[in-house]
């Protein structure tokens, strides 16, 4: 089978884009959590956080978003004591800012996968990108979102984030033409 060439690094990300990658989410939940982990990302590589994933699921309460906006200082800081996540300050303040901008995101549009899926009209965007190099770090659209993001009390959501977050909960569609998963994700 023909894959994205990222997907071919090792099982965990093979595994990740033959199952979950670009498949249209529309659950608060995981497109918070995805949100979370894109940011926890930056700077290191997606293996990383996959490998992590598990233990965040645990620590956050499977990203009940309430629950992470109720954290307090003193969780924040046992969270930084903890080597099965990234152990970033920025990054573990960041995941409770960001619950509580998408708590008022949900309040005041009705729900995270409305507000996050409008900036692709609520469709994903279909590319049918033949090579690797082809596929941008970011668009217009992911800076927009980011930029309108930020304004929301948002953190870790540049547009190089806001991008990847798209790619993986499938608003834009970017496996490359010639894998396997880009037909099966266009049918949805």
């Known amino acids: 089978m023909k894959r994205c060439r990222w997907a071919e690094n090792s099982a965990i990300e093979r595994d990740y884009h033959d199952t979950e990658w670009g498949t249209p989410l529309h659950d608060d939940r995981m497109l918070f959590e995805f949100l979370c982990l894109e940011g926890a990302q930056a700077g290191l590589s997606w293996r990383t956080v996959l490998e992590k994933r598990a233990h965040y699921r645990e620590v956050y309460r499977d990203f009940d ?13 046992r969270l930084l004591r903890d080597p099965g996540i990234i152990r970033n300050r920025l990054k573990v303040n960041a995941m409770r800012e960001n619950a509580r901008a998408a708590l008022r995101v949900i309040d005041e549009e009705g729900s995270l996968d409305r507000y996050l899926w409008s900036f692709v009209d609520g469709e994903p965007v279909r590319n049918r990108w033949k090579q ?15 930029k ?9 959501v540049g547009p190089t984030i806001c991008y990847a977050f798209m790619q993986a909960t499938g608003m834009v569609n970017d496996h490359l033409a010639g894998c396997f998963r880009h ?6």
């Open 132 to 146: 690797h190099s082809d596929v941008p770090a970011s668009t217009p659209v992911s800076e927009h979102m980011s």
């Open 148 to 156: 309108t993001l930020k304004k929301r009390g948002f953190r870790f």
């Open 65 to 77: 978003i309430a629950h992470v906006a109720a954290m307090s200082d003193r969780d924040l800081e």
């Open 183 to 188: 037909a099966q994700v266009a049918e949805g």
